[in-house]
């Protein structure tokens, strides 16, 4: 059984920087996807990032581009969101997803780390 375990969620100032990890276990996760999600209060869930877990190819929503970077430790089966320039909309609460690449969306969720972000 795959699971996520989402950790470094927390308060920082606007401008500031904030380290999300999620922690992968219960499988082998090549040939997979890993994606980060946000849903603020609210709202729709939204994209922010992915990253192929055995090449590390990856892509970003527009709202976090040039700011949030993705990154796995295949080694330690980890995968982290890096997020600077952190905004007040930012806040949300963080999901990591986990799901095959050559399947449609994302079959495994965590249960969600919350940002808060104050101007």
């Known amino acids: 059984q795959v699971q996520l375990v989402e950790s470094g969620g927390g308060l920082a100032q606007a401008g500031g920087s904030l380290r999300l990890s999620c922690a992968a276990s219960?499988?082998?996760?090549?040939?997979?996807?890993m994606g980060w999600f946000r849903q603020a209060p609210g709202k729709e869930r939204e994209f922010v990032g992915t990253?192929?877990?055995?090449?590390?190819?990856?892509g970003y929503g527009d709202s976090v581009k040039g700011r949030f970077t993705i990154s796995r430790d295949t080694a330690q089966n980890m995968v982290y969101l890096q997020m600077n320039s952190l905004k007040p909309e930012d806040t949300a609460v963080y999901y990591c997803?986990?799901?095959?690449?050559?399947?449609?969306?994302?079959?495994?969720w965590g249960q969600g780390t919350q940002v808060t972000v104050s101007s």
């Open positions: 990253i192929t877990w055995n090449r590390g190819f990856t």
């Open positions: 997803a986990a799901g095959f690449i050559s399947g449609q969306g994302y079959a495994y």
């Open positions: 219960g499988g082998t996760f090549s040939g997979y996807r």
